[in-house]
């Protein structure tokens, strides 16, 4: 039986990127936000939280927040692969520049959920949380499956317009940092923030992603939640759009 | 999902003289002003080597991207393997091998670059394992299989992504300088290697700086300059090329040289090519035995001394120099 392009694509996605260095960037990143902010800002009560102790607030915020560890994986596979040749050698084999990008988007897609289930484990067997049921559970992945895309699809934009690897990491860097800390995987949106600052909490499409993640976690999503999640469709529909166009035009020559 | 093969697509079992690869009057511009290809026409035929030479940035890298599906030509008509690339691409890239010039390499070791390109193409797990072992000791990279590609020597380097294009079937392999920075004996063993699959029907499009290799390799050859392909022939009738001439090199010492090369030239006439500068020259000759007696009898009556003279044979390098240099001459 032959196994179709895309598969053997993510297969040879996840040989090359399941190493050492490249786990402790996407599961062990996360995690150790868990356990430290977790156990760390527990003591402070769950003023803001509507309710839910701290953990219970951060678990469903940590998983949200492997929609952005996954997207930034596909960006570093398409910039890995355009710096060591592969890209131009993989182009030039039985493979078309459409099925390139959707192999790179569904194995970081798989990292963001497996990335998910693991942070869910962590924060069942070593701090304690509820474990979920199984609808939430679906509605969950479901969300994470959507900002992983939209991450993606960003990441993906990113990499394909910016030519020098330097430039790449500290755009890289600065975006996980603003759009981790400007939205709700760690706190609630307080109004005691700066006009600016709750806008950019507003428009970040992980507060979107993190709200209805936690509204199914603590069986709270609300409409707003589900508004939510059809703009962020929206976005990721844009965002694919953008990404396509740009990867589709961009120069894979060697030399 | 493309058409299936029409009568034009070249089946695996053509002939030999079934051309494989046809450009014609082929351009290519970044910006509409300069072109990296200028009108190129070739044929390659079923299971011949056939040789791109040029300088940097004469264009051959341009002509492997565009055959390999890479680029799309501003103009003109190409066809490998009976299919458009611009239309049938994929089905052109099922059926080629590619070594680029530069590196190309997964972020694993040598035996998992090669398995995972095994995976790429689709091979069964056991045919897989049977040709990596296989490529690893013919390109003696077994004591190196577990060292990461990035971390061996250029030359072992070169050596893997030879061997990994070896890890699938194909009609045509394009190798883009594949040589650089292998030592001799590699060297050879790879040209051997290839020179082996061309035996069994495979077809070489291959570019190079090195003459001899090229030599050692072709069937025929492309000089390429400025996007513009100066000549193309058999290595034997490119060599052929001044009517069977051969090669007077001549270094004197005297008072005047250049009168000396100017009184030699008006002697021998125009049927023999002499370029001089300074104290050296080179002529060209198809009558070796005149043009010697003519030189020694000048230099006697001129007083000139005769400190170096060699007659050789028109080597490919020749060939490539002179045509490359008439083109600058004319320039």
Known sequence: ???????????????????????????????????????????????????????????????????????????????????????????????????????IMLTSLLFGLVGALVMLGIAIALLSVVPVGLGPLAVMLGTITLGSIFFGALMLLLSALVKSNTAYNSIQIMLIFVVNFASTVFYPLSRGLPLPLQVLFRINPLTYIADAVRGAYLGNFTATDGLQLVVLAVETVVALFLATRAYLRSDVSFE | MSAPPGPDVIPLASGPATPVIVANDLRYTYDRRHYALDGVSFR????????????????????????????????????????????????????????????????????????????????????????RELLLERFGLGEVRRKRAFDLSGGQKRR??????????MDVLFLDEPTVGLDVIMRRTLLDSVRDEVRRGLTVVFTTHNLEEADYLCDRVAVIDEGKILMQDTLENLKRLYGGKKTVDLTVAGADPAAFYRRLGERLGPRVSLTAQGTTAVLLTDDTKTALSEIAELAR???????????????????????????EDRG
């Open chain 2, 160 to 169: 893997v992504q030879v061997a990994r294009e070896f890890m699938h079937d």
């Open chain 2, 44 to 131: 390659v035929h079923r299971g011949e080597v056939f040789g791109l030479l040029g300088r940097n940035g004469a264009g051959k890298s341009t002509l492997i991207k565009a055959m390999t599906t890479l680029i799309r030509p501003t103009s003109g008509t190409l066809t490998v393997l009976g299919f458009d690339p611009a239309r049938d691409g994929a089905r052109i890239r099922e059926r080629i091998g590619v070594v680029q010039q530069g590196e190309s390499f997964d972020f694993t070791t040598v035996q998992g670059n090669l398995d995972i390109y095994g995976v790429l193409w689709g091979l069964p797990k056991p045919e897989r394992v049977r040709r």
């Open chain 2, 301 to 327: 009556s001129l007083g000139v001394q005769l400190e170096w003279l060699n007659v050789r044979t028109n080597t490919l390098e020749d060939v490539f120099l002179r045509s490359v240099g008439h083109r």
């Open chain 1, 1 to 103: 039986m032959k196994v179709p392009n895309i598969l053997r694509l993510v297969y040879r996605n996840i040989l090359v990127n399941v190493d050492p260095g490249s786990m402790m960037i996407l599961v062990g990143l996360p995690g150790l936000y868990l356990i430290f902010f977790g156990y760390g800002f527990q003591a402070l009560g769950s003023g803001g939280t509507g309710g839910a102790s701290y953990l219970a607030y951060l678990t469903p915020g940590i998983m949200a927040f492997q929609s952005v560890m996954a997207g930034t994986t596909g960006g570093s596979m398409l910039w890995a692969d355009r710096r060591w040749g592969m890209l131009s050698q993989l182009l030039m084999g039985p493979y078309t520049r459409l099925q390139y990008l959707l192999g």
